[in-house]
Structures are given as C-alpha cells and as structure tokens.
Nanobody, 125 residues
C-alpha cells in the first residue's frame, strides 16, 4: 500500500486549501484514509478520517467547522478541504491508512497504521 499526499502550500490567513491523499495497492472498500498534522514543537494530532467501506467519518472537534473530509471511491483518494485557515493550522499534514472502521475509534494511530509522506501547509501573510 502506498499513500501519496499532495496539495500543501502557502496560503494567507482566511484562505482555503484542499489536500489529496491517493492510495494505491489497496483492496477496494477495505480501508480508511485519515489526515494527521504536526506543527513545530507539537505532537502529531489526528485531524480527520473517512472510511472507504461505509463512508463514516471522524473530524477533530476544533477544526470541524472549517475542515471537511471527502472521498472519491473510483480514485481511491481522500480529500481534506480546509477553509478559513489560521496561522495555527500551519503544520506538516500526513495522510495515513488503517482499518475500515477506524472512524469509530477516533482515528487514533496505532501499530497497524500506514503512513504516507507529509505535505507542508503554511498559513501566513
């Protein structure tokens, strides 16, 4: 299984950005894709995840009014749409994959979690 994250970049406060995570080598409908982020000097935190089995989702409460996760089954791709970005959203964003019922457990990473490379999101004027 490989995960390819893309879409990061520099955006001004209040702007929007859409991240993509494409999975390859997966069995259809058998996984969840999630987004995590790690800001400088902070621990990694789970942001959102979506199951490709039943469409269930989990979103971190503190971003739930600004971030939306979605999926494209045909492309095995999950998207994280981020609106009204703030400076504190600056971080390296990582996509990850885990079991199809991962959202039920708040998408906490574990030994079975597969990781893709990160993409940097910088929110700055």
């Amino acid at each position: 299984v490989q995960l390819q994250a893309s879409g990061g970049g520099l955006v001004q406060p209040g702007g929007s950005l859409k991240l993509s995570c494409a999975a390859s080598g997966v069995t259809p409908k058998s996984y969840t894709i999630g987004w995590f982020r790690q800001a400088p000097g902070k621990e990694r935190e789970g942001v959102a995840c979506i199951s490709f089995s039943d469409g269930s989702t989990f979103t971190l409460y503190s971003v739930s009014d600004r971030f939306t996760i979605s999926r494209d089954d045909a492309k095995n791709t999950a998207y994280l749409q981020m609106y009204r970005l703030k400076a504190e959203d600056t971080a390296v964003y990582y996509c990850a994959a885990d079991s199809p019922n991962w959202p039920r457990f708040g998408c906490r990473s574990g030994t079975e979690t597969l990781w893709g490379k990160g993409t940097l999101v910088t929110v700055s004027s």
